[in-house]
């Protein structure tokens, strides 16, 4: 007898045209289910204008994706009757504020439905995803809201091999967390995984191509990756992502070891083969507690861009719920052709109100508080000359008192204190931003991480650029529209709301600074 892996959650039938559907949404339980969900939590860590599941946990962003005038975002979610993993789904039309479709995606005759991407083709939605002790499935959509989907095939399109963890055993491939795209005749796939032949004998991370010009019928072809000289030695190149961006292309990745990853290089068409000339983190330390996990990606517009959404481990139990996405972040490729990070233009709508700001000169020394200012749901842009000040702090989320007192998140701006600029090493051309969480909390039960520190090339003239967007646990950092640094905070005390600026050595002038309520985009219940 074979186990019964039927879903416990209702699942529906929707019309296949769009006014239909929205009547149908109207009086679908789930969905009210969600919006009664959403107005019982009440947990004061639970961001107002980051997306979250209105039910339950979440964890892996899948499949964001742009069809027929709107994103879609899907993501691993855990219906309370039935929390095997089933693809949760939302819908947004500025990728900021975001409406809760009903589960889309469930178990049957897989276990579990794991990580995986999409694809868009004109008349059509592909999903692939891993389907847990079967293998790789794929699964189409073609209505409006991407409310109905077809699994293909009798199974898993690609069945699990035996394997020993992570490395091949009876295969020379790993069946695990796919990515999907076409090119010419025929559409690609990555599964992730690991070979045994990196350094010293240690794993690596190997990305598997298959091939397949129908999308049940799957060829293994070769590794994927070549000349990765970035990646950790032990990573497993999971949640992957492959995408042009620019002349270029990239591969985003998790690492279960470091959190959120990526390589960018060339794709050789005629070798089918990924050769690698850059790569980092969009973690900088593990991807726990508190840190970046898995990205979902999709083209922005044009092959120039990439838009890319994270969701965000959590450092505190929190009953009932768990992790978050992080805003989305646009991707591109800059001069020195390394990774160019910025929020998305539309964070700006998110804007309620100007809470105070302004030009002023911060003192050498001592901490500064900022006036009739506070939040624990804000927006925070400073333009920072350059001075001779040994660093630069800005104070969110801080208690009154004392500094040897408080709760407080410290954002730090090491000038010139980086690394050399690649060919003039005994030049530090590179500036440090880190996040600092270690005294974020007094509670006993919340996590502190070491600092988040990031490098961003400045030009010595140049302000230092900050946008800083504080959302109840998280805060995200992103510099001179250039790199971001983010991470999970929970203050105990009602009254670390407060902003307040610190520089060490010298007086440090800020030449202009804006403070922001944000909207919250559940308002309404979701």
């Given at each position: 007898m074979t186990d019964d892996r039927t879903s416990k959650v209702p699942a529906f039938t929707y019309p296949t045209e769009?006014?239909?559907?929205?009547?149908?949404?109207?009086?679908?339980?789930?969905?009210?289910?969600?919006?009664?969900?959403?107005?019982?939590?009440?947990?004061?860590?639970?961001?107002?204008?980051?997306?979250?599941?209105?039910?339950?946990?979440l964890n892996d962003p899948n499949g964001l994706c742009f069809w027929r005038g709107r994103w879609h975002l899907f993501y691993q979610g855990y219906p309370p009757e039935d929390p095997r993993q089933h693809w949760g789904h939302a819908v947004s039309d500025d990728l900021v504020h975001w409406e809760d479709l009903p589960y889309c995606i469930y178990p049957d005759p897989e276990d579990r439905c794991f990580s995986g991407s999409t694809w868009v083709e004109d008349d059509r939605v592909i999903a692939m995803y891993h389907g847990t002790k079967l293998g790789n499935m794929v699964a189409v959509s073609d209505d409006p809201l991407l409310l109905n989907w077809t699994k293909l095939g009798a199974g898993a399109v690609i069945p699990i091999v035996e394997t020993d963890r992570f490395l091949p055993k009876e295969a020379p491939y790993r069946v695990f967390d796919p990515c999907i795209w076409r090119d010419g005749e025929y559409y690609y796939s990555l599964s992730a995984g690991q070979l045994p032949n990196g350094p010293g004998g240690l794993p690596i991370a190997a990305d598997f191509l298959f091939r397949s010009d129908n999308l049940v019928d799957w060829e293994y072809l070769h590794p994927f990756v070549e000349d990765d000289r970035f990646s950790l030695l032990g990573d497993d190149g999971a949640c992957p992502y492959f995408l042009p961006i620019g002349d270029r292309h990239i591969l985003l990745y998790y690492s279960h070891m470091s959190g959120g990853a990526y390589l960018i290089g060339d794709y050789d068409r005629d070798a089918q083969k990924f050769r690698v000339s850059f790569g980092g983190n969009f973690n900088q330390g593990p991807s726990g507690p508190g840190g970046v996990h898995a990205p979902s990606a999709t083209p922005y517009g044009d092959v120039d861009s990439v838009v890319a959404i994270f969701n965000m481990n959590p450092a505190k139990p929190t009953p009932g719920w768990n992790q978050i996405m992080s805003l989305p972040r646009l991707l591109d490729i800059d001069e020195r052709g390394e990774l160019r990070q910025r929020p998305v233009d539309t964070a700006m709508s998110l804007r309620r109100e100007r809470l105070g700001g302004g030009a002023m000169t911060i003192p050498a020394n001592r901490t500064t508080i900022l006036e009739g200012v506070e939040g624990d749901a804000i927006e925070i842009t400073a333009s920072i000359a350059p001075s001779e000040a040994q660093s630069f702090e800005i104070h969110v989320l801080r208690s009154p008192g004392a500094d040897d007192e408080v709760e407080t998140t410290r954002i730090v701006v090491y000038r010139n204190r980086g690394y050399g600029d690649h060919v003039h090493f005994e030049r530090a051309k590179d500036s440090l931003v880190s996040i600092d969480n270690s005294r974020s909390s007094i509670a006993a039960d919340v996590s502190s991480r070491a600092p988040e520190t990031v490098r961003v090339f400045i030009d010595e003239e140049a302000d230092v650029e900050l946008r800083i967007f504080v959302d109840k646990s998280i805060v995200e950092v992103f510099v001179n529209d250039r790199t971001c640094v983010a991470l999970r905070v929970y203050p105990e005390r009602r009254d670390s709301r407060l902003v307040a600026f610190r520089s060490q050595g010298s007086e440090t002038v800020i030449r202009s600074l804006d403070v922001y309520a944000m909207e919250d985009i559940y308002a309404e219940g979701g």
């Open positions: 769009e006014r239909e559907q929205r009547q149908a949404l109207a009086d679908n339980p789930l969905l009210a289910r969600m919006r009664d969900a959403r107005r019982a939590f009440a947990d004061r860590y639970r961001p107002v204008y980051h997306y979250v599941n209105p039910e339950a946990h």
